[in-house]
């Protein structure tokens, strides 16, 4: 009798610990509610694990019992766990989100483009650690954060190589082909929700470009509902950081908003002089018509002002150190930098967003206004009053052609380090001494932007493998460029005369000019851009593939505003028009050895117009286009295997990139030499 029961309930045992529990679900990114391929699922501490389908799909079958820890991972995702009891029967989890992992928050958006780079003279950074900040790749997230983009640039390419978005409409400018991060700077709580692609990959909003492309989603809902208040110091661009956020989430009504602010200010940063203040707001509402609609106002105002610093070189650095900037002087007790920046453009944009199963369907209009100014002091038959002018320093006397002249070196070493700043009174002495006429003023360079921008893109899922995006955009500028005097300096009056060739800026104008007055010269530029894209994704479970074309128009034209008296005949009035029409193609594949070893390679033929900044040779002056000019062409091919370990993450690259017909306009120091405007290293001479 003992020996029956014995063996039935040995048989009970052993028919309840061969029960098999199978858990199952589906995983999305949350926001954008598209499926995650090849997110990795698992009990922790034991070996089983699953992978997610195409669809986003996983089953995991294991035979354990009891409680346990089912984790889900997903590259540029932030892992989740639940705590699950097997007990032999399935569970299904239904749809996981997973939350886009913003690889770090940094001390503000994106800071090492928006505030570290101010201080360049370029209308926008040319490097691209924002692009880089926005992945989750192991060498583009370091060489982001350990060399930032003044010391790296990915593969060596442009900015103007990637793409930005916001919530699917492009932000890079037309004037250099790239991103004005500052446009958004100090904001960094509600643009946490990127969606980036590495290289030639492909991109649901774009076809991109070479480097990469980032789409910022600023949709209030997916946003953490709730109050965020923070503050933080630094002894870098800025001393302080206020911030402010708050999200509703989606109420009864079908309404979500969001705000949120923040305030960053300096009277000097870590460089000596460099002032700033900034301040940033963000406002956003949604309103969800059904299921799957809804609609997205949203306004972005950010404003930045601050003091620039010099680069300067090695013989002054090994004078005054790092921290030298010969831009500011004293004024009166204060510090006053002689060439700051501020850029204030708002931007507006109305989207509808419509998502279902099989279609994700995103449109957009976007209208920017706004200025750009940069300060300088100009100077006019008068000595340089650059303190690091090379006249000035001791080289100068060391390094001249009639032979060393130890003495002079040793006194110009003395007078630079008595008086390394700007002399601001020395500036009002001379222009009180000068009868009222302006031998030194304060001006500012000005640009003034229009820009609207149309833009849809359609994602369709057309089966379980077969995936078809279509897309196109319209951009349209107006620019208004000019000089505007911001301070006389004590003088009366500033006469707007070329002082190499004594000929008149404005021919049509009062050659005397006030403070308030444009001068020096004055024109517009016209340009338009219309694009589309098409692609074809196909995906399985051991490869996926894509193949990606693009077309894109372009038209741009100055107006000139003052007539240039050294160009009567081509200074005034509409310049030739400038067009080109563009072809861009793309594809790539990826085999999956397991779901932690995969191959990737693609290619890219891309052609594209030049910027606005090089194709007229001189638009201050007059209408010339720079002759013969031509579409750029980009051919690039990159492989790449990458590794996913639990203890180990990594990627191994080669690539080739050839960049043909490129444009790049240069400007560098003229002297005189016999009566004439000598350029060095050129075969040109101005009268």
């Known amino acids: 009798m003992r020996t029956i029961m014995f063996l039935l309930v040995f048989c009970c045992a052993a028919q309840l610990y061969s029960q098999s529990t199978i858990i199952s679900g589906s995983v999305k990114g949350k926001g954008t509610k598209t499926p995650v391929h090849k997110a990795i699922v698992t009990i922790d501490g034991f070996s089983t694990e699953s992978f997610t389908g195409t669809n986003g799909h996983f089953t995991l079958e294991t035979s354990q019992v009891g409680d346990h820890i089912l984790k889900i991972t997903a590259l540029d995702f932030i892992p989740k766990s639940f705590a699950i009891s097997l007990n032999g029967q399935n569970i299904d989890l239904g749809e996981v989100f997973l939350e886009k992992d913003i690889v770090r928050e940094n001390t503000d958006n994106l800071i090492v483009l928006t505030d570290g780079e101010l201080s360049d003279d370029e209308e926008t950074?040319?490097?691209?650690?924002?692009?880089?900040?926005s992945s989750k790749d192991i060498f583009l997230n370091r060489a982001a954060f350990d060399f930032g983009q003044a010391f790296f640039k990915v593969r060596g390419y442009d900015s103007n190589n990637g793409q930005v978005l916001l919530n699917g409409i492009p932000m890079n400018k037309f004037y250099d082909g790239r991103p004005q991060w500052n446009n958004w700077g100090g904001l960094n709580d509600v643009i946490r929700n990127q969606e980036f692609t590495n290289g030639l990959s492909i991109n649901?909003?774009?076809?991109?470009?070479?480097?990469?492309?980032?789409?910022?989603?600023?949709?209030?809902s997916g946003l953490r509902p709730g109050i965020r208040i923070s503050g933080s110091m630094s002894n870098r661009s800025y001393r302080s950081r206020l911030m402010a956020t708050y999200s509703s989430g989606f109420q009864k009504n079908g309404l979500a908003y969001t705000f949120s602010s923040s305030r960053r200010w300096s009277n000097t940063g870590y460089v000596e002089g460099t002032l700033y203040d900034a301040y940033s707001f963000f406002g956003s509402l949604e309103y969800k018509l059904n299921d799957k609609n809804s609609l997205v106002l949203t306004s972005i105002l950010a404003r930045n002002r601050r003091g620039r610093s010099a680069a300067i070189t090695e013989e002054v650095f090994d004078l005054l150190g790092n921290q030298y900037n010969p831009y500011w002087g004293n004024q009166d007790g204060e510090k006053r930098n002689?060439?700051?920046r501020e850029i204030f453009e708002p931007l507006f944009m109305l989207n509808h967003f419509l998502q279902s199963k099989k279609l994700i369907w995103?449109?957009?209009?976007?209208?920017?206004?706004?200025?750009?100014?940069?300060?300088?002091?100009?100077?006019?038959?008068?000595?340089?009053?650059?303190?690091?002018?090379?006249?000035?320093?001791?080289?100068?006397?060391?390094?001249s052609s009639i032979g060393a002249n130890f003495n002079n070196a040793s006194l110009a070493k003395e007078g630079f380090l008595k008086n390394p700043q700007v002399q601001w009174s020395r500036l009002y002495t001379a222009n009180l001494s000068s009868e009222g006429k302006a031998a030194y003023l304060l001006y500012d360079d000005v640009v003034k932007n229009k820009e609207i921008t149309f833009s849809s893109v359609m994602d369709y899922n057309i089966n379980e493998h077969v995936q078809l995006g279509v897309g196109g955009n319209f951009k349209k500028l107006s620019s208004e460029n000019?000089?505007?005097?911001?301070?006389?300096?004590?003088?009366?009056?500033?006469?707007?005369?070329?002082?190499?060739?004594?000929?008149?800026n404005d021919v049509n104008?009062?050659?005397?000019?006030?403070?308030?007055?444009?001068?020096?010269?004055?024109?517009?530029?016209?340009?338009?851009?219309?694009?589309?894209?098409?692609?074809?994704?196909?995906?399985?479970?051991?490869?996926?593939?894509?193949?990606?074309?693009s077309f894109s128009s372009f038209g741009a034209q100055r107006n000139g505003l003052f007539q240039n008296e050294r160009f009567l005949e081509n200074s005034f009035g509409n310049s030739e028009k400038v067009s080109f029409s563009s072809l861009a193609l793309k594809s790539g594949i990826t085999y999956f050895f397991s779901g932690r070893h995969w191959l990737t390679a693609n290619s890219a033929l891309v052609n594209k117009p030049p910027t606005l900044q090089n194709m007229f040779i001189n638009p201050r002056e007059n209408n010339d286009i720079v002759p013969e000019i031509q579409t750029e062409k980009n051919t690039a091919i990159d492989l790449s295997y990458f590794i996913r370990l639990p203890d180990l993450t990594g990627r191994v690259s080669v690539f080739y990139t050839r960049f043909q017909n490129t444009t790049d306009i240069n400007f560098f120091f003229c002297q005189l030499r016999c009566g004439v405007r000598f350029c060095p290293g050129s075969n040109y001479c101005f009268g």
């Open 204 to 220: 649901t909003y774009t076809f991109g470009g070479i480097l990469g492309n980032t789409n910022i989603d600023t949709r209030p």
């Open 509 to 549: 104008g009062s050659s005397s000019k006030t403070e308030g007055e444009k001068f020096n010269y004055h024109y517009s530029i016209d340009a338009s851009q219309l694009g589309g894209f098409c692609q074809i994704g196909l995906n399985f479970k051991r490869w996926k593939g894509f193949v990606s074309g």
């Open 125 to 133: 950074v040319s490097g691209s650690s924002g692009i880089l900040q």
């Open 482 to 504: 000019f000089a505007e005097i911001q301070d006389l300096l004590g003088a009366s009056f500033h006469e707007d005369i070329d002082s190499f060739s004594n000929t008149l």
């Open 362 to 399: 995103t449109s957009g209009i976007a209208y920017q206004t706004g200025t750009n100014t940069r300060s300088r002091l100009g100077y006019y038959n008068a000595p340089n009053p650059d303190p690091t002018y090379y006249r000035y320093l001791p080289s100068f006397y060391i390094n």
């Open 338 to 340: 002689s060439r700051e």
